[in-house]
């Protein structure tokens, strides 16, 4: 049986590896860890000259990415919308959270948020690369966070079925969509 102890990395793309490691540097205090450029693909061995990038998330998590300069542009996917593929990462309170925006601001970068999760509160953001950011805090109690588990798969069989929205988690954004925030 497989036992997995942590993801390793998660790799995206880039258009230009300095200015990446520049802003995840600059904005989110990561460091740039480890640099890797071939001319050949080592799992295919395609010739395809890259730089791979590394750096630290925090806890042993990395963030990776990939400049590709003899690949057309990098784009999104325009068949999902821009709020679906994100990078969340974790910050240690509200506290943390708003004064991670206000500097991310300050650097003159547009920030949406504070939302209301219901258990996390997040900022959301973009890098130069169009990638989606998202910086949350978890608030949600234990007893939240459990109940949450067990309707899990109530929840993932009725949506299964009839592919609308289950009500079983809908106290989540309750407070957000009737004003009480």
Same mark, same amino acid.
Not at 31 to 43: C, G, K, M, N, T
Not at 72 to 82: L, V
Not at 95 to 116: C, Q, R, S
Not at 148 to 177: C, D, G, I, N, Y
């Given at each position: *049986?497989?036992?997995?102890?942590?993801?390793?990395?998660?790799?995206?793309?880039?258009?230009?590896?300095?200015?990446? #490691?520049?802003?995840?540097?600059? #904005?989110? /205090?990561?460091?740039?860890?480890?640099?890797?450029?071939?001319?050949?693909?080592?799992?295919?061995?395609?010739? %395809?000259?890259?730089?791979?990038?590394?750096? %630290?998330?925090? /806890?042993?998590?990395?963030?990776?990415?990939?400049?590709?300069?003899?690949?057309?542009?990098?784009?999104?996917?325009? /068949?999902?919308?821009?709020?679906?593929?994100?990078?969340?990462?974790?910050?240690? %309170?509200?506290?943390?959270?708003?004064?991670?925006?206000?500097?991310?601001?300050?650097?003159?970068? %547009? #920030?949406?948020?504070?939302?209301?999760?219901?258990?996390?509160?997040?900022?959301?953001?973009?890098?130069? /690369?169009?990638?989606?950011?998202?910086?949350?805090?978890?608030?949600?109690?234990?007893?939240? *966070?459990?109940?949450?588990?067990? #309707?899990?798969?109530?929840?993932?069989?009725?949506?299964?079925?009839?592919?609308?929205?289950?009500?079983?988690?809908?106290?989540?954004?309750?407070?957000?969509?009737?004003?009480?925030?």
């Amino acid at each position: *049986m497989i036992e997995i102890e942590q993801i390793h990395h998660v790799a995206y793309r880039c258009n230009d590896a300095k200015e990446t #490691v520049e802003f995840y540097k600059d #904005v989110l /205090n990561m460091e740039f860890l480890v640099a890797i450029a071939e001319d050949r693909v080592p799992s295919t061995k395609e010739p %395809d000259p890259y730089m791979h990038l590394f750096l %630290d998330a925090g /806890n042993g998590n990395i963030l990776a990415f990939f400049e590709l300069p003899t690949k057309p542009k990098m784009d999104r996917d325009h /068949n999902t919308p821009a709020w679906v593929q994100h990078i969340a990462f974790r910050v240690k %309170d509200e506290a943390a959270l708003l004064a991670a925006k206000a500097d991310i601001e300050a650097k003159g970068i %547009d #920030v949406i948020g504070p939302t209301e999760h219901g258990i996390i509160r997040s900022i959301y953001f973009f890098d130069p /690369n169009g990638h989606r950011l998202e910086l949350t805090h978890t608030k949600g109690s234990d007893a939240q *966070m459990a109940e949450l588990k067990r #309707v899990a798969p109530l929840m993932l069989e009725e949506w299964s079925r009839t592919k609308k929205a289950p009500q079983h988690a809908a106290w989540l954004h309750e407070a957000e969509f009737n004003g009480l925030d």
